[in-house]
C-alpha cells in the first residue's frame, strides 16, 4: 500500500466522484482508477460502489476512511517535521472553527501568521462541533475552536478555554426589542429562528425543555449570517452570543433564571502537536512558546 493510493482514495471520497478527483489531484482518470483498483486488489475487497451518476463507499471502504485519514495526517506531520528544519518555509497547518466563534478575531490573525511564514499553507473548515471534534481526533485537522455545554470529548487536549454568554435576540419592533433582561417565561412558545444543527441549538432546547417552555421554532438556517439574515427580517427571535447580536446591530437581551452560556476552547490531537506549522500556530494563537517535539 503507498501514500499515493490512500491520497487517490480520499480524492474520490471527497468528490464522489473519479473525474472531480482526477482534476483535482492532476492526473489523468485512467491511472487514477488504476491507481484505486490496485489498493482495492492489495485490500482484497472493492472501496467503491461505482454507477452511473455517483460513487459510493462500500462497507469495506468506509472502514477504511478513518486509517487513510491518520495515514495522510501523519505523513503530512513527517513532511512538517522536515520543514521545520527549513525554519517553516513549507508546510501545511489546517484548523477548524465554529461559526459562532466570537474569542478571537480568527481571520486576523491567520492573516497574521501567514505574514510570519509565508510558505504555510493553511486550511480552515467551519462546521459544527462535534464534527470538527471528529476532525480533530482523526486526524484531518490539527487544530480546531469548540464549543461545550458540558466535558470536552475524551481524547481532546484543552489549550485554552473561554465563557461565552448567549442572549435573546430580536428584531426592531419586537414586543421585547427595548428590553436589557427578559424573564424565562416571556419567552415561552415564541416564535424562534433555529440555528438548525448547531451545538448551541440542541444547548438551547435542552435548557427550555429543562424550564418546561414550549419551543416554536418557524423557521431554521444551517449558516449563521443567514440566521440574522432571517431575525432583522422579523421572522423570529433566537438566541445566539452577546458579541455576535451586537456585531450584527440587533436589539438583544439577557435572559433572567437560567445560564445560558458554554465554553469556547481551542483544542488539538497532542499536547504537543506533531506538525510544526500547527505548533508554530498554536504558540502564535495563545502567545505561548511553541514547546518542541522529543
Not at 58 to 67: D, F, M, W
Not at 78 to 99: D, F, P, Y
Not at 178 to 202: H, T, Y
Request: net charge positive; with cysteine.
Amino acid at each position: 500500500m503507498e501514500l499515493r493510493q490512500i491520497e487517490h482514495f480520499l480524492a474520490v471520497v471527497r468528490h464522489g466522484s473519479f473525474t472531480a478527483a482526477a482534476q483535482e489531484i492532476h492526473i489523468v482518470q485512467s491511472a487514477l482508477s488504476a491507481s484505486v483498483r490496485k489498493l482495492e486488489a492489495e485490500l482484497g475487497a472493492p472501496l467503491f460502489e461505482r454507477t452511473t451518476r455517483r460513487v459510493m463507499l462500500t462497507e469495506a471502504g468506509r472502514a477504511l476512511l478513518p486509517a487513510a485519514h491518520r495515514l495522510l495526517a501523519d505523513a503530512l506531520a513527517a513532511r512538517g517535521e522536515v520543514s521545520a528544519v527549513l525554519g517553516l518555509t513549507r508546510g501545511r497547518v489546517s484548523i477548524g472553527t465554529i461559526q459562532a466563534l466570537t474569542v478571537v478575531d480568527l481571520p486576523h490573525e491567520l492573516g497574521r501568521f501567514q505574514a510570519r511564514h509565508p510558505g504555510v499553507q493553511i486550511h480552515v473548515r467551519d462546521g459544527i462541533a462535534p464534527e470538527l471534534a471528529d476532525a480533530v481526533t482523526n486526524g484531518e485537522l490539527d487544530l480546531a475552536y469548540l464549543a461545550a455545554d458540558g466535558p470536552v470529548p475524551d481524547g481532546l487536549t484543552t489549550f485554552a478555554r473561554w465563557s461565552q454568554r448567549l442572549v435573546l435576540a430580536t428584531y426592531p419592533g419586537h414586543r421585547l426589542a427595548q428590553r436589557r433582561r427578559v424573564k424565562l417565561a416571556e419567552i415561552d412558545d415564541e416564535p424562534f429562528v433555529d440555528f438548525s444543527g448547531s451545538g448551541m441549538q440542541a444547548m438551547i432546547r435542552r435548557r427550555l425543555a429543562d424550564a418546561g417552555l414550549r419551543h416554536n421554532p418557524v423557521c431554521e438556517a444551517t449558516h449563521l449570517p443567514l440566521l440574522l439574515d432571517l431575525v432583522t427580517a422579523g421572522l423570529g427571535v433566537t438566541i445566539i452570543p452577546q458579541a455576535v447580536a451586537e456585531r450584527a446591530g440587533l436589539p438583544f437581551a439577557r435572559i433572567e433564571q437560567i445560564d445560558f452560556s458554554r465554553t469556547l476552547y481551542l483544542a488539538g490531537r497532542q499536547p504537543v502537536p506533531l506538525n510544526p506549522p500547527a505548533r508554530a500556530l498554536l504558540a502564535h494563537l495563545t502567545g505561548r512558546p511553541a514547546a518542541a517535539r522529543t
